[in-house]
């Protein structure tokens, strides 16, 4: 059985946490105990059915309010896969916590109700899906019980978001219409979409191919920690310990060590449990290598003729995630690649994306919370890094305020020079 | 060519990146110990992210003194086969010292008096990671925390001030007098804890497989006679086959009744039961609906 991460993204009142509620609930994954707590709270509330948003909203102010404040995390599995939601609330900094909920997602719902067709908010929800290449997208036409089910409204929506799609990077697209609050093609086929001749929704997150998305041709070994136990028994074991990024590592391969470009081979790789025959991403693992080298925690292995860019200098698009402070020209911030710190330099804001538009705005001074611009870094040491459309790992970076030490920008590398 | 990790393979890779990534990249971590199969699995991660060198960093218990005797003898015997140091932060000597004071009446318990056991251990160790074995599907409010989760100098949680956690890119700079909590299987689930332990061989305290025990009902949970627990006048005493799906302070720890005295039935049984571990076994989250949102704010596991 295998694991699929997915984000899911809504306005505020798409009923987003009731489509949720409905898939664990539906696929019984849902306890008797919780279930009664949210009975109770419904009850006490006055609603007219059993609120399964109630299941999602974890915080005392949250179910308060009836607001979601952060990126929740929920589990359940069927017979076929086991699934990890990151479920990003609509409304309040929606692109800090979609892009921190989005970032390992294999793939992203997107909520649109039916009656009110695509908005800025599904268009900006989809903008981010491709900004951060989720490479599988799910849009759901939900609330279909509130336009009679009508395959009319469906198609509508679904041609206007093919158009509008076009302008963006999405491999894969899949459209389905349902109910969130009454099942309708979320775990069960509905009596009411006779016309609609796909899957339902958890057919799809069960049955979506997501073997290939995964980068297995690049390899990519950043190295975390040195072993040496300093043991009698091991007293000459030296090994590197990571997690592989990109491609496949076995035993006997050639492989150049970044920065030193001194080449080797692959001795021996061991897994979590003993030697393994190869490695591939996400693999935790450690390599040893024929030759003694120099090799510390920030150096990578690769191979000899495919290495990444060793570069200072990254052009990127950066989300800003910070209420307190504002991208600049002048800018200097700690910057985390892989397994690496670096101290970072703003050269350049090129341009601001409007992303409800996708209008570049060139005359941009600032990024402020929840903004997406085109970036220049100059970083104090050589970073080994490849597009972020290659290499999920090898192409992202956070940057960190060294004051506060707060998490303030999300990078997407575009292009090395 | 198999591409595709399994799932439990999958989230075993994650945890020991993120313990290494901790022991690379801070001062002084330690690994939070409660014998309880989370914080057992979370040492077993750690030490296969070191094998075949040992563990860098202590392991600490807090200890209630209201242990299950099972659970104190597995601890030593951990640390014995493993190499381990240990550190213990005992709630007693923190009594006795006049720092915590003591709830009394039949519903005492000694749970909430950690909190500031281990925010004075933290302290006089100067620890600045400290790993725990806490999941997500636990708990509504551990659903909303990071995997790094930053604790001021007070070790409170601020739940809506958290850190933007992004790709396994983990930021894990503080200031001095801050630490960071860590949960490298804040993505596991009960049954994925169990699944591994039956997958990996590990060993686990006997209280967790069925076994007869004298035990009274208390709010609809059964509760075990102990040296530090004993039942009220309308409580009846009786002696049935039961296990504990956790393993906490042994005051207010509830048992389930069950005939899953091995690896395989308990997997069995958690797969099909339909109440979660807390809300069946823990009578310190049932004090009220945010009970645990509470206790973590104040620093606590």
């Given at each position: 059985?295998?694991?699929?991460?997915?984000?899911?993204?809504?306005?505020?009142?798409?009923?987003k946490?009731?489509?949720?509620?409905?898939?664990?609930?539906?696929?019984?994954?849902?306890?008797?105990?919780?279930?009664?707590?949210?009975?109770?709270?419904?009850?006490?509330?006055?609603?007219?059915?059993?609120?399964?948003?109630?299941?999602?909203?974890?915080?005392?102010?949250?179910?308060?309010?009836?607001?979601?404040?952060?990126?929740?995390?929920?589990?359940?599995?069927?017979?076929?896969?086991?699934?990890?939601?990151?479920?990003?609330?609509?409304?309040?900094?929606y692109?800090?916590?979609?892009?921190?909920?989005?970032?390992?997602?294999?793939?992203?719902?997107?909520?649109?109700?039916?009656?009110?067709?695509?908005?800025?908010?599904?268009?900006?929800?989809?903008?981010?899906?491709?900004?951060?290449?989720?490479?599988?997208?799910?849009?759901a036409?939900?609330?279909?019980?509130?336009?009679?089910?009508?395959?009319?409204?469906?198609?509508?929506?679904?041609?206007?978001?093919?158009?509008?799609?076009?302008?963006?990077?999405?491999?894969?697209?899949?459209?389905?219409?349902?109910?969130?609050?009454?099942?309708?093609?979320?775990?069960?086929?509905?009596?009411?979409?006779?016309?609609?001749?796909?899957?339902?929704?958890?057919?799809?997150l069960?049955?979506?191919?997501?073997?290939?998305?995964r980068?297995?041709?690049?390899?990519?070994?950043?190295?975390?920690?040195?072993?040496?136990?300093?043991?009698?028994?091991?007293?000459?074991?030296?090994?590197?310990?990571?997690?592989?990024?990109?491609?496949v590592?076995?035993?006997?391969?050639?492989?150049?060590v970044?920065?030193?470009?001194?080449?080797?081979?692959?001795?021996?790789?061991?897994?979590?449990?003993?030697?393994?025959?190869?490695?591939?991403?996400?693999?935790?693992?450690?390599?040893?290598?024929?030759?003694?080298?120099?090799?510390?925690?920030?150096?990578?292995?690769?191979?000899?003729?495919?290495?990444?860019?060793?570069?200072?200098?990254?052009?990127?698009?950066?989300?800003?995630?910070?209420?307190a402070?504002?991208?600049?020209?002048?800018?200097?911030?700690?910057?985390?690649?892989?397994?690496?710190?670096?101290?970072a330099?703003?050269?350049d804001?090129?341009?601001?994306?409007?992303?409800?538009?996708?209008?570049?705005?060139?005359?941009?001074?600032?990024?402020?919370?929840?903004?997406?611009?085109?970036?220049?870094?100059?970083?104090?040491?050589?970073?080994f890094?490849?597009?972020?459309?290659?290499?999920?790992?090898?192409?992202?970076?956070?940057?960190?305020?060294?004051?506060?030490?707060?998490?303030?920008?999300?990078?997407?590398?575009?292009?090395t020079? | 060519?198999?591409?595709?990790?399994?799932?439990?393979?999958?989230?075993?890779?994650?945890?020991?990146?993120?313990?290494?990534?901790?022991?690379?990249?801070?001062?002084?971590?330690?690994?939070?110990?409660?014998g309880?199969?989370?914080?057992?699995?979370?040492?077993?991660?750690?030490?296969?992210?070191f094998?075949?060198?040992?563990?860098?960093?202590?392991?600490?218990?807090?200890?209630?003194?209201?242990?299950?005797?099972?659970?104190?003898?597995?601890?030593?015997?951990?640390?014995?086969?493993?190499?381990?140091?240990?550190?213990?932060?005992?709630?007693?000597?923190?009594?006795?010292?006049?720092?915590?004071v003591e709830?009394?009446?039949?519903?005492?318990?000694?749970?909430?008096?950690?909190t500031?056991?281990?925010?004075?251990?933290?302290?006089?160790?100067?620890?600045?990671?400290?790993?725990?074995?806490?999941?997500?599907?636990?708990?509504?409010?551990?659903?909303?925390?990071?995997?790094?989760?930053?604790?001021?100098?007070?070790?409170?949680?601020?739940?809506?001030?958290?850190?933007?956690?992004?790709?396994?890119?983990?930021?894990?700079?503080?200031?001095?007098?801050?630490?960071?909590?860590?949960?490298?299987?804040?993505?596991?689930?009960?049954?994925?804890?169990?699944?591994?332990?039956?997958?990996?061989?590990?060993?686990?305290?006997?209280?967790?497989?069925?076994?007869?025990?004298?035990?009274?009902m208390?709010?609809?949970?059964?509760?075990?006679?102990?040296?530090?627990?004993?039942?009220?006048?309308?409580?009846?005493?009786?002696?049935?086959?039961?296990?504990?799906?956790?393993?906490?302070?042994?005051?207010?720890?509830?048992?389930?009744?069950?005939?899953?005295?091995?690896?395989?039935?308990?997997?069995?049984?958690?797969?099909?039961?339909?109440?979660?571990e807390?809300?069946?076994?823990?009578?310190?989250?049932?004090?009220?609906?945010?009970?645990?949102?509470?206790?973590?704010?104040?620093?606590?596991?």
């Open positions: 059985m295998d694991l699929l991460r997915f984000a899911t993204a809504g306005s505020v009142d798409d009923g946490s009731t489509l949720i509620g409905r898939l664990l609930y539906d696929s019984k994954s849902i306890f008797e105990d919780q279930l009664a707590s949210i009975e109770a709270t419904s009850h006490d509330r006055g609603d007219e059915h059993t609120d399964l948003a109630l299941l999602t909203d974890g915080l005392r102010a949250e179910r308060e309010q009836g607001i979601t404040i952060d990126v929740a995390h929920r589990y359940f599995a069927t017979p076929r896969r086991k699934f990890i939601i990151a479920d990003t609330p609509g409304h309040i900094q692109t800090r916590n979609m892009v921190t909920g989005a970032s390992t997602a294999d793939l992203a719902i997107v909520l649109v109700d039916a009656r009110k067709g695509l908005t800025e908010q599904s268009r900006r929800h989809s903008f981010i899906a491709s900004l951060l290449r989720i490479p599988h997208l799910v849009l036409i939900n609330k279909m019980d509130l336009v009679d089910f009508d395959q009319d409204v469906f198609e509508k929506i679904r041609r206007e978001y093919i158009e509008f799609a076009t302008r963006l990077d999405v491999p894969d697209l899949t459209f389905i219409p349902i109910s969130a609050l009454y099942g309708d093609n979320v775990v069960d086929r509905s009596a009411n979409t006779d016309w609609y001749k796909g899957g339902t929704l958890l057919h799809h069960e049955e979506v191919y997501i073997a290939s998305d980068n297995m041709v690049d390899v990519r070994f950043p190295v975390q920690y040195v072993i040496r136990p300093k043991s009698t028994e091991h007293h000459d074991f030296r090994g590197y310990a990571g997690t592989v990024a990109g491609g590592m076995k035993p006997s391969d050639e492989v150049a970044l920065p030193s470009g001194f080449t080797t081979r692959i001795k021996a790789i061991h897994g979590t449990n003993g030697e393994v025959a190869e490695a591939h991403s996400p693999m935790s693992v450690v390599i040893q290598l024929e030759d003694e080298l120099d090799v510390s925690r920030g150096d990578l292995i690769c191979r000899i003729n495919n290495q990444p860019q060793v570069t200072q200098d990254l052009e990127a698009m950066v989300c800003w995630m910070s209420e402070s504002q991208l600049r020209e002048g800018s200097k911030l700690a910057v985390k690649h892989t397994t690496k710190w670096a101290r330099l703003v050269k804001l090129r341009y601001r994306l409007d992303i409800n538009t996708l209008h570049r705005d060139e005359s941009a001074t600032e990024l402020t919370l929840n903004e997406i611009g085109r970036v220049r870094l100059r970083v104090t040491q050589p970073l890094a490849d597009d972020y459309q290659s290499n999920r790992t090898t192409g992202s970076f956070i940057l960190v305020d060294e004051t506060s030490n707060v998490t303030v920008g999300a990078g997407m590398i575009r292009a020079e | 060519m198999t591409t595709q990790l399994s799932h439990v393979s999958n989230l075993e890779s994650e945890a020991i990146f993120i313990i290494r990534e901790v022991a690379a990249e801070f001062e002084r971590p330690a690994l939070l110990f409660s309880g199969k989370d914080s057992i699995v979370v040492l077993h991660l750690a030490i296969r992210a094998a075949p060198a040992r563990v860098p960093f202590p392991i600490m218990h807090i200890d209630t003194g209201h242990n299950f005797s099972e659970v104190i003898e597995f601890r030593d015997r951990m640390v014995e086969r493993h190499g381990l140091r240990l550190v213990v932060a005992s709630v007693q000597d923190a009594i006795d010292a006049g720092k915590a709830e009394t009446g039949p519903r005492s318990s000694r749970n909430r008096l950690q500031g056991v281990l925010l004075d251990a933290i302290e006089q160790h100067r620890f600045d990671a400290l790993f725990g074995g806490a999941r997500r599907d636990e708990e509504k409010a551990r659903a909303k925390e990071r995997v790094y989760s930053f604790r001021d100098e007070f070790g409170q949680w601020d739940p809506k001030g958290q850190r933007p956690e992004l790709w396994s890119l983990y930021n894990g700079r503080y200031k001095p007098g801050e630490h960071m909590r860590v949960f490298p299987i804040s993505n596991w689930t009960e049954l994925d804890v169990w699944n591994y332990i039956r997958d990996a061989e590990i060993e686990v305290p006997h209280v967790y497989m069925a076994h007869e025990r004298e035990v009274f208390r709010d609809g949970m059964w509760l075990a006679v102990t040296d530090f627990l004993q039942p009220m006048e309308n409580e009846t005493v009786e002696r049935r086959t039961v296990r504990f799906r956790t393993i906490g302070d042994a005051t207010c720890t509830g048992a389930v009744e069950s005939a899953a005295d091995s690896l395989d039935k308990v997997i069995d049984e958690v797969a099909a039961t339909r109440i979660t807390r809300g069946a076994t823990r009578a310190d989250d049932r004090t009220s609906e945010a009970a645990m949102e509470d206790r973590k704010k104040e620093g606590y596991f």
